[in-house]
T-cell receptor, first 112, second 114 residues
Framework: SAVISQKPSRDICQRGTSLTIQCQVDSQVTMMFWYRQQPGQSLTLIATANQGSEATYESGFVIDKFPISRPNLTFSTLTVSNMSPEDSSIYLC?????????FGSGTRLTVV | GESVGLHLPTLSVQEGDNSIINCAYSNSASDYFIWYKQESGKGPQFIIDIRSNMDKRQGQRVTVLLNKTVKHLSLQIAATQPGDSAVYFCAENRRGSTLGRLYFGRGTQLTVWP
């Protein structure tokens, strides 16, 4: 099955700082997706990342807070900027691979 | 607004019993559905999917039923095992939306007692 790797798997960060999360797919994919999962909640889409163009953000999410890069067809990064405790969540990347709609294992972020 | 929702947030079953997890959706453009299992500290893991032109699909110990008339989806797990304990999400893709963009339901916490 397709593998999506995320780094870091978890982090504890100070408020006001930024964290960049990396997502690597073991095959080329057109679209990559970034989701947020707040504690005890379901997954909410942050943005869709298409290689070669700016990411498309969902309502309630803005580029200044969650800048995304998509430099090639296998890699993307999500930055959580100027963090506050409310940003404490699991962040997940996803892609449609030859094996279907696949997710990474997530990055568990705690902001203190 | 329109959403994919779940009827029950928690479900507890005895090992060996069958489990049924339900999901309601409201968007008539939904044409593809997936059930995911998420264990603590892990990302969602694909279990089974079904397209809107089907009403039933079976996998290993799992069956998904789709009732488009009432916009209802269910996941049946046969002979539930302790390793099935996890949160289960239904997710949908909608006609006209970006391929790969999924809309998730709330999730059901399944606990299997030995």
């Amino acid at each position: 099955s397709a593998v999506i790797s995320q780094k870091p798997s978890r982090d504890i960060c100070q408020r006001g700082t930024s964290l960049t999360i990396q997502c690597q797919v073991d095959s080329q994919v057109t679209m990559m997706f970034w989701y947020r999962q707040q504690p005890g909640q379901s997954l909410t889409l942050i943005a869709t990342a298409n290689q070669g163009s700016e990411a498309t953000y969902e309502s309630g999410f803005v580029i200044d807070k969650f800048p995304i890069s998509r430099p090639n067809l296998t890699f993307s990064t999500l930055t959580v900027s100027n963090m506050s405790p409310e940003d404490s969540s699991i962040y997940l990347c996803s892609a449609v691979t030859d094996y279907g709609y696949t997710f990474g294992s997530g990055t568990r972020l705690t902001v203190v | 607004g329109e959403s994919v929702g779940l009827h029950l947030p928690t479900l507890s079953v005895q090992e060996g019993d069958n489990s049924i997890i339900n999901c309601a959706y409201s968007n008539s453009a939904s044409d593809y559905f997936i059930w995911y299992k998420q264990e603590s500290g892990k990302g969602p893991q694909f279990i089974i999917d079904i397209r809107s032109n089907m009403d039933k699909r079976q996998g290993q110990r799992v069956t998904v039923l789709l009732n488009k008339t009432v916009k209802h989806l269910s996941l049946q797990i046969a002979a539930t095992q302790p390793g099935d304990s996890a949160v289960y999400f239904c997710a949908e893709n909608r006609r006209g939306s970006t391929l790969g963009r999924l809309y998730f339901g709330r999730g059901t916490q399944l606990t299997v007692w030995p």
